[in-house]
């Protein structure tokens, strides 16, 4: 791919321009970086941040592009697909990050012969951790797939997966940013009802989930194990413990998974 065009660069297209321009710097034959938003003021800061380049029009935009991300919202769709089939050719490839906008849906606009990737990133893209889960239709290559699956990298961690699991991507990884920062909330209120300043609370709060993540991520022990180990003998952690699995802690969180998901399948009109 040569050119790779941004439509709509806010907070999740933005952070994926922002996140490969770092990183494909440096390398050997990097795609061109173009970009396209309706407030030329906010864009040409992002372009100058990412050494992109400005586009001049949507239909500049696609027309110089060999792979094209959409990063607009589910309702800019219906406005926008007219005009970006108007200039889409067979040999291009269409990324899309909008929930509810299947790939079935694209492939109305620009034909079952289009190649199409649907992506599901979610907002710590931004700080470049984020999980990406990527679904592609038939007609994407591995050979054109794998570039690609580079770029999603470049912002977190990226998987494969099919369509079908894309409800419960977005309730697992999506969505589940927010639950977590309710639950760093909720440790922030606690750490500073017991004298810790606002932003102690914050670090050590923040930092704990961090590691506790991390720990998931590098080790081999399951979550289940890793609680097992932190909770000694009537101790302090399985006092806490055990007031989270007395209050529901698992079933709420389990809750509002099924919501999210049935409410992304309400979305897709499922």
Known sequence: MKTIGFLGVGNMGGAILRGYAEKSAGMEDAPALLAYRRDKEKLAEICTAAGADMADSVGDLVQRSDV??????????EDLMPEITAAF????????????????????????????VRIMPNTPASVQEAMTCVCRN????DEEFAPLM??????GRAEEVSEDLIHCVIGVSGSSPAYTYMYIEALMHAAMRHGMSEQQARVFAAQAVLGAAKMVLEGTESPEQLRINVCSPNGTTLKA?????E????????EAFDAAVARSKEMSGE
């Open 241 to 245: 413990v055990d007031v989270l699995m």
């Open 138 to 141: 038939a007609n994407v290559t």
């Open 89 to 116: 050719t067979q040999d291009m490839i269409l990324v899309s990050m909008a929930a509810g906008i299947t790939i079935r849906y694209l492939e109305g606009y620009l034909g079952e012969q289009a190649k199409i």
């Open 68 to 77: 094209l991300v959409l990063g607009i919202k589910p309702y800019q769709f």
């Open 150 to 155: 580079e770029m999603f990298q470049a912002i």
């Open 247 to 254: 209050k529901g802690f698992r079933g709420i969180v389990e």
